[in-house]
């Protein structure tokens, strides 16, 4: 038998090994930050729309306590906004804009550092149309 046979890991392959793991493992950390931002966009996205139906709702409810006659948005938003300023960080620039006959555009707009750059991210967009009158029950 010859006496320089080796067996095991010389230190080369360790260190490559290290660093190969090492890769991998800020890959999984990158998908798990893309991960969370997604979950928390999506949480944000949730909470908008339950504004815009909020506002929608509202509309409704205008309609119906005044008998029939399409309810006067700027009255209407001006409580709603005060309601939701406070649920959803950076909400700003939200309106109600009525469209025409009974028609409403609700936009629910909100600022956020973390998604700065991508474009139409923070915006959500509900269109409305109540009927000329009041339905009756």
Aim: hydrophobic content about 45%.
């Amino acid at each position: 038998m010859s006496g320089n046979t080796q067996s095991g890991f010389t230190l080369i392959e360790a260190l490559v090994a290290i660093l190969i793991l090492s890769l991998g493992l800020l890959g999984v950390a990158a998908v798990q930050l893309k991960a969370m931002q997604g979950a928390h966009l999506s949480y944000q996205r949730s909470l908008a729309t339950v504004i815009a139906l909020d506002a929608n709702e509202r509309l409704w409810a205008a309609l119906a306590g005044m008998g029939g006659n399409c309810p006067d948005a700027g009255n209407v938003q001006e409580v709603w906004r005060t309601h939701w300023e406070a649920k959803l960080p950076g909400l700003s620039a939200s309106s109600i804009g009525p469209q025409g006959d009974c028609e409403f555009l609700i936009t629910v707009t909100w600022d956020d550092e973390r998604f700065a750059g991508e474009d139409d991210i923070s915006t959500l967009t509900y269109y409305t149309r109540l009927p000329e009158e009041a339905p009756t029950p």
